[in-house]
């Protein structure tokens, strides 16, 4: 299983901006779908952003589109969630995923084998 790490979460007001980042070691993420998951107490884990480079369009929730980017830097091996325009209801635990399983959407939660720890993401009004 390959060890994957996720930073760059805290707390924000309304508004307001932060980037998360996933890396790890081992896995190269260029040309393979990389996944941001959330999830909130008491709700579903569900698939926030994920993104294949190539030239292949990333894919986004509609809950985010407009508001969050997803993207990677192939020399530092890391993926990023650039979140602005956050609201009280972006607040969870974000998750990044990777090894995805061909044939299943980019979004769904068991496309993917790898999963980091978790960042918390809270969001104040």
């Known amino acids: 299983q390959v060890q994957r790490v996720e930073s760059g979460g805290g707390s924000v007001q309304a508004g307001g901006s932060l980037r998360l980042s996933c890396a790890a070691g081992g896995y190269i993420f260029f040309k393979k779908w990389t996944a941001w998951f959330r999830q909130a107490p008491g709700k579903e884990r569900e698939g926030v952003a994920a993104?294949?480079?190539?030239?292949?369009?990333?894919q986004y929730a509609d809950s985010v589109k407009g508001r969050f980017t997803v993207s990677q830097d192939n020399a530092k091996n890391t993926v990023y969630l650039q979140m602005g325009s956050l609201k009280p209801e972006d607040t969870a635990v974000y998750y990044c995923a990777a090894g995805k399983v061909i044939g299943r959407g980019a979004l769904r939660e068991d496309a993917y084998s790898y999963w980091g720890q978790g960042t918390q993401v809270t969001v104040s009004s």
């Open positions: 993104v294949f480079g190539a030239g292949v369009s990333p």
